[in-house]
């Protein structure tokens, strides 16, 4: 395989672990496995969703290697492949929270210029 190739193969794993994590209730149920292994039943309680919703979710997580599953009995225990997609989501945070606050300076001394000229 040349170089060019693998570099497009790479791009497309990169395209389909960014789009997995492109949905907020798989962030979700990526930090809550973060804390512990959890059966789909125990995500659906924790964030309020149905089991379908959440199994669908997780299907998609799973297919992206994100997480990875353990069946015991009838019941599947679902966790994180990999810790540090929590670091890259942390990092990501990080960045738009530094985004958020540049912003925030940038709008809110406008925002006291036109407070100023409705008083005038």
Same mark, same amino acid.
């Given at each position: 395989? *040349? $170089?060019? $190739?693998? /570099? #497009?193969? @790479?791009? #497309?794993?990169? /395209?389909? @672990?960014?789009?997995? #994590?492109? *949905? $907020? $209730? +798989? %962030?979700? %149920? =990526?930090? #809550?496995?973060? /804390? +512990? *292994?959890?059966?789909?039943? /125990?995500?659906?309680?924790? =964030? *309020?969703t149905p089991q379908s919703t959440i199994s669908r979710h997780l299907k998609v997580l799973r297919e992206r290697n994100l997480v990875s599953t353990e069946r015991q009995g009838t019941a599947v225990l679902y966790s994180i492949v990999d810790? +540090? %997609? %929590?670091?890259?989501?942390?990092?990501?945070?990080?960045?738009l929270n530094d985004q958020v606050r540049t912003q925030a300076a940038i709008t809110n001394p406008v925002s006291e210029l036109n407070q100023l000229s409705k008083e005038k």
């Open positions: 395989m *040349d $170089t060019k $190739t693998l /570099e #497009l193969e @790479v791009n #497309l794993l990169h /395209e389909r @672990v960014c789009s997995a #994590l492109s *949905d $907020t $209730t +798989r %962030i979700m %149920i =990526l930090y #809550l496995l973060s /804390e +512990r *292994d959890m059966f789909v039943n /125990e995500i659906a309680e924790a =964030l *309020d810790k +540090r %997609i %929590i670091q890259s989501l942390d990092l990501m945070r990080a960045i």
